[in-house]
């Protein structure tokens, strides 16, 4: 599975995004319940952190405390790409911004398929 992630940009505070992260090669297997697209980013000198995830094929979705009812991330099935809305963007949610991909549900285990990052800055 090959992963790109995309849409990143420069905002002003309060303003939104819409980060891509479309999947070729191998696709995922939309028959399990397991497989998981994950959304996470890594600030300046911080550690990378858990943003939001969704299941492949049912659709339940994950979010970190701090975007939820912000961050919306959902899936186009047909066009096999997971998208994550970013709304109500702060100076805090500056980051790179990554997708990645899991067999196992919710990514327990671990997330084994990265795609590169793609730059998320937001201004006061």
């Known amino acids: 599975v090959q992963l790109q992630a995309s849409g990143g940009g420069s905002v002003q505070a309060g303003g939104s995004l819409r980060l891509s992260c479309a999947a070729s090669?191998?696709?995922?297997?939309?028959?399990?319940?397991?497989?998981?697209v994950g959304w996470f980013r890594q600030a300046p000198g911080k550690e990378r952190e858990f943003v939001a995830a969704?299941?492949?094929?049912?659709?339940?979705?994950s979010y970190a405390d701090s975007v939820k009812g912000r961050f919306t991330v959902s899936r186009d099935k047909a066009k096999k790409t997971v998208y994550l809305q970013m709304n109500s963007l702060k100076p805090k949610d500056t980051a790179v911004y990554y997708c990645?991909?899991?067999?196992?549900?919710w990514g327990q285990g671990g997330y084994h398929y990265w795609g590169q990052g793609t730059q998320v800055t937001v201004s006061s």
């Open positions: 969704i299941i492949w094929s049912g659709g339940s979705t």
């Open positions: 090669g191998r696709t995922f297997n939309s028959q399990s319940n397991s497989y998981t």
């Open positions: 990645a991909s899991a067999r196992t549900r």
